[in-house]
């Protein structure tokens, strides 16, 4: 089973129904919630989405969405390890460094889904946008 780190930005597309990225996103969770995949992201990326969603949503209704998504993800905390190696990482955006040390910190993890490639171009692990993604996986290319 393809373990993927999903960005923020991918949950962010899922439960905004940001559209036309929400297609993947929904995709990428449907492989997920089939077991067909296996997904993570980062303790951040959850924080950072009920930080950006609170404006959008009602606090109960967001707070339950991000409980059940929970069922579907793995979350990788971010520790004073991952913190320490993104400080002294050479990637050039710091928030960015902690979301590809937390996909690293996960034995043979098969790459991290974003729309936000260019943030990635240093990433040791193979990065898809979401729709390359889902080219792929539905191509059965490995």
Avoid: W
């Avoid at 098969?110 to 171009?121: G, P």
Wanted: proline content about 2%.
């Amino acid at each position: 089973m393809k373990k993927v780190f999903l960005d923020t930005n991918i949950i962010i597309d899922l439960i905004a129904d940001r559209k036309p990225f929400s297609k993947y996103a929904i995709e990428i969770f449907r492989l997920s919630e089939e077991k067909k995949i296996e997904a993570f992201t980062s303790s951040h990326s959850i924080a950072t989405t009920h930080y950006l969603l609170k404006k959008y949503l009602d606090e109960k209704s967001l707070r339950e969405v991000l409980f059940n998504l929970l069922a579907f993800i793995t979350i990788i905390p971010v520790d004073v390890d991952i913190i320490k190696k993104g400080l002294r990482s050479s990637h050039k955006d710091f928030e960015d460094s902690i979301q590809i040390l937390c996909a690293s910190s996960i034995e043979n993890m098969d790459c991290i889904i974003t729309r936000d490639l260019k943030h990635f171009k240093q990433s040791e692990i193979q990065v898809f946008s979401p729709d390359d993604f889902m080219l792929k996986y539905n191509s059965g290319i490995d």
